[in-house]
Nanobody, 120 residues
């Protein structure tokens, strides 16, 4: 099994920044691709960004130029740097990981989610 634990969510003002982290543990060889999804109240879960084991990335159009996904394979940890946050970025953010191609998520394993609220 694979366990994913997110951290770093919280309340931030519009225009501010947050960094989310996702630490993976367990049977790590089952992971090559990782990603962040989010789900706003009353809406479907959507892809935010994904990253391959080699560092290739895929972003939703709504976050391009504002969010940066990265990973530290030595630490089995993935990050999401979120800048210029907007009210519409408010959602529960989920870490997602598994074996698959960059553009074929979501993958098998999910974290518990972390709330991001953008409000003045």
């Amino acid at each position: 099994q694979v366990q994913l634990v997110e951290s770093g969510g919280g309340l931030v003002q519009p225009g501010g920044s947050l960094r989310l982290s996702c630490a993976a543990s367990g049977i790590i060889f089952r992971i090559n691709a990782m990603g962040w999804y989010r789900q706003a109240s009353g809406k479907q879960r959507e892809l935010v960004a994904a990253i391959s084991s080699g560092g290739s990335t895929n972003y939703a159009d709504s976050v391009k130029g504002r969010f940066t996904i990265s990973r530290d394979n030595a630490k089995n940890t993935m990050y999401l740097q979120m800048n210029s946050l907007k009210a519409e970025d408010t959602a529960v953010y989920y870490c997602n990981a598994g074996r698959g191609s960059l553009y074929k998520g979501p993958y098998d394993y999910w974290g518990q989610g972390t709330q991001v609220t953008v409000s003045s």
